[in-house]
């Protein structure tokens, strides 16, 4: 390919990619980039939940499911500007681990009722998964995924026309750096974001902050040993209890007001 021909399609790559997105600071302030819009988020979180729920076996344990719908409609309900009720479905499995998902769906695991063992506990995880839709970290992960493989694909018209040699190896390395970088799910950045406004949530709900602190003390019990934090999309259980320590200050208020209101308490099946 001619030099020329390859920068006219950089520049026409480059052109659709930056018409298509916008530019928007998330709730804390960091900058975002993202090219879908709210309804096209909706509607691929209602895709992959209607998915999901085909997939994999819905519990049929309707006490339990009762107690995590009562601890997430908690959450939603301090939701700003909500309207349309959450749907909820607990997944029978040792997984340790929820999600959430714009268009207003949230999946539960029953192997995360082992490790959060309070409605407390539960609630720093659920409020955790919702930051994350509130934050739009989906929209920012595939926005960055989708530019990621452009960017890769543009990589390879400069490369073949330079006639830059090794250029497999090249393209491996951006690959690399492409997975590591974007592709992989909720990077540190993000996760740290969710904890903060997860924590926020929680408080608004009535749940204890202070309980989001053993949470991911169980969590690193169960988990055993990580790898470096470095390459881990999550902090460090040891990185993120200090976080959570230093922030209990800031949403105790949020706690201490809620506790003001009459809440449903929500009770574990086989606990008091």
Known sequence: MKPIIANSLLSLFAATVLSACVSTQSPTGRSQTLLFSEAQMQKMGAESFASMKQEQKVSKDKALTTYVNCVAKRITDVLPGEAKPWELVLFES????????????????????????????????????????LAHHGNEQVSRAQMT???????????????????????????????????????????????????????????????????????????????????????????????????????????????????????QPGKK
């Open 94 to 133: 040792d997984q340790v681990n929820a999600f959430a998902v714009p268009g207003g769906f949230i999946g539960v695991y029953t192997g995360l009722l082992n490790v959060a063992n309070t409605q407390d506990q539960l609630a720093t995880v659920l409020g955790h998964e919702v930051a994350h839709v």
């Open 149 to 267: 493989g452009l960017g890769i694909q543009l990589a390879d018209v400069a490369l073949g026309a330079g006639g830059v040699s090794n250029k497999d190896l090249y393209m491996q390395a951006l690959g690399l750096g492409a997975k590591v970088g974007y592709i992989l799910p909720f990077g540190r950045t993000q996760e740290s974001e969710a904890d903060v406004m997860g924590l926020e949530l929680m408080a608004k709900a009535g749940f204890d902050p202070s309980q989001s602190i053993t949470l991911w003390q169980n969590m690193a019990k169960a988990g055993g040993a990580q790898g470096p934090e470095l390459l881990s999309t999550h902090p460090s259980n040891e990185r993120r209890i200090q976080d959570l320590q230093g922030l209990q200050g800031r949403v105790a208020p949020l706690y201490l007001a809620a506790r003001e209101t009459q809440l449903a308490k929500c009770i």
